[in-house]
């Protein structure tokens, strides 16, 4: 097993960056050729979901969406003033898993890996986890 540290670095306050390419870029140095990826974000308002990359439309589309569903200011009451920022990250996840076969991670055609950013701009990082079977 092998745990890598992926630093993120957001410039919106809500934003979501693709990280497939470097998710696989870890699976490619693990040399793990099958097994199963883990990609974790230790962080209480940011996210990670697998949703389609071929349509910039679907991003803005989602974050749009998820700002309507979940207003930044909504008379919280955390004195942080993120309140949001952790309900969407916790109605996103924190985790996801991911299929590794031949060295590849096992992606439908049009998916993708996304950090989401709730609370940004800021320097984030997030874990992969490789375990080979």
Known sequence: MKTEKLDIITDGHTQMKNITDAVQD??????????????????????VTINENADPDVVRDFTMEINKIVPWEDGYRHFEGNSAAHLKSSMIGFSEQILIEDGKLLLGVWQGIYFVEFDGPRHRHLYVKIMED
Request: net charge positive; hydrophobic share 40%.
């Open 26 to 47: 870890a699976v490619t140095r693990s040399g793990v050729r099958s097994g199963i990826c883990t990609v974790f974000v230790p962080h209480t308002t940011a996210a």
